[in-house]
């Protein structure tokens, strides 16, 4: 089955640039999602179709694909933007999708 | 507004049944796939199922196949998640969440609802 691999944490000061990676083995034509999911809530839809931001999510988050590696960029890190990130895409054959095992972003 | 409210915690024991429930509103139910994702305490995401309440086509993840069962009842905008015999592995917190199938993302998720199995 199709597996995608994140950091397990990544750290950052306040007002630096945190990058969080997915990568994978062949994303093909399909494109990456992100969700955020802070301590004790669902999470929340970030970055979907590779970079475009849903509405009421701050500029300051970012993504990109490359290759076999999806980034989610946050700009001007927060003490709110704390959270636990996933990244998530659907196989091959659209039937399944994949989250990846997710990333504990801790804000120094 | 766009709403998928999911059925309160439960606490079962070993073998009982459970069947959990997401009640989508604000849109058009019939016109998005509802998922079901469980997360184990401490854990990630984990992919269990889908279900298209317009015609009711579903898919499992191959690790949930057999182990539980997802409908929908399109008349009353409901999709439900359900075990004919619980076990203590099946403790974790369950989110409902909607997309609209394809590549694409899902937008809304449940606020979750927390089961417990213990005896």
């Known amino acids: 089955s199709y597996v995608l691999t994140q950091p397990p944490s990544v750290s950052v000061a306040p007002g630096k640039t945190a990058r969080i990676t997915c990568e994978g083995d062949?994303?093909?034509?399909?494109?990456m999602n992100w969700y955020q999911q802070k301590p004790g809530q669902a999470p929340v839809l970030v970055i979907y179709?590779?970079?475009d931001r849903p509405s009421g999510i701050p500029e300051r988050f970012s993504g990109s694909n490359s290759a076999n590696t999806a980034t989610l960029t946050i700009s001007r890190v927060e003490a709110g933007d704390e959270a636990d990130y996933y990244c998530q895409i659907w196989d091959s054959s659209s039937v399944h999708p994949v989250f990846g095992g997710g990333t504990k972003l801790t804000v120094l | 507004e766009v709403q998928l409210v999911q059925s309160g915690g439960e606490v079962k024991k070993p073998g009982e049944s459970l069947k959990i429930s997401c009640k989508g509103s604000?849109?058009?139910?019939?016109?998005?796939?509802i998922g079901w994702v469980r997360q184990m305490p401490g854990k990630g995401l984990e992919w269990m199922g889908i279900?298209?309440?317009?015609?009711?086509?579903?898919r499992y993840s191959p690790s949930f196949q057999g182990q539980v069962t997802i409908s929908a009842d399109k008349s009353i905008s409901t999709a439900y998640l359900q075990w004919s015999s619980l076990k203590a592995s099946d403790t974790a917190m369950y989110y409902c969440?909607?997309?609209?199938?394809?590549?694409?993302?899902?937008?809304?998720w449940g606020q979750g609802t927390l089961v417990t199995v213990s005896s």
């Open positions: 969440t909607r997309g609209r199938g394809g590549t694409d993302p899902f937008d809304y």
């Open positions: 062949n994303f093909g034509r399909n494109t």
């Open positions: 279900i298209y309440p317009g015609d009711s086509d579903l």
């Open positions: 179709y590779d970079t």
């Open positions: 604000g849109y058009t139910f019939t016109t998005y796939w």
